[in-house]
């Protein structure tokens, strides 16, 4: 589901990309915390669509929010967003066989819009990102609190 033309695309085209490679080491993670402490699920990263801009370039700062839905709470979030029950579907089998050592689910929320990526065979695995954030973790505050 690509959203429609919006004061995020700008001159840029699709921000999504952008957006995911800046702000990877927090996704990866949200994505790896997330399976230690549920097991298998989606990262929900909901943007802030109050931004004023008419672009959105590597140096801008956005406002999102983020967090893991497990498995077991997936349809029920998706349900609750309206989305058609044959895309929440076809998502519960990249759930049951994604490789948690390696790739991500992500839910881009920005209202009234919702993306589902999948982030597969990363660089940057989710271990790598969750070490990172770790070691680093004053530069990731008050963003990630535990």
Excluded at 5 to 21: K, L, R
Excluded at 66 to 81: A, H, K, N, T, W
Aim: a negative charge.
């Amino acid at each position: 589901m690509r959203p429609s033309n919006s004061v995020w695309q700008g001159n840029f085209g699709y921000w999504q990309n952008s957006f995911i490679h800046n702000n990877l080491l927090v996704i990866g993670y949200t994505a790896w915390k997330g399976f230690q402490s549920f097991g298998r699920g989606v990262v929900l990263c909901d943007v802030d669509t109050q931004v004023t801009q008419s672009t959105i370039t590597n140096f801008d700062t956005v406002p999102f929010t983020l967090q893991f839905l497990p498995c077991d709470l997936i349809g029920f979030y998706l349900r609750s967003q309206s989305l058609n029950s044959s895309i929440i579907s076809s998502i519960f089998p990249a759930v049951a066989t994604y490789n948690p050592h390696q790739d991500i689910l992500l839910v881009l929320k920005v209202e009234p819009q919702i993306e589902v990526t999948f982030l597969h065979q990363l660089k940057i695995t989710p271990p790598d990102c969750y070490e990172q954030v770790c070691k680093r973790w004053s530069e990731f505050q008050p963003s990630l609190m535990p």
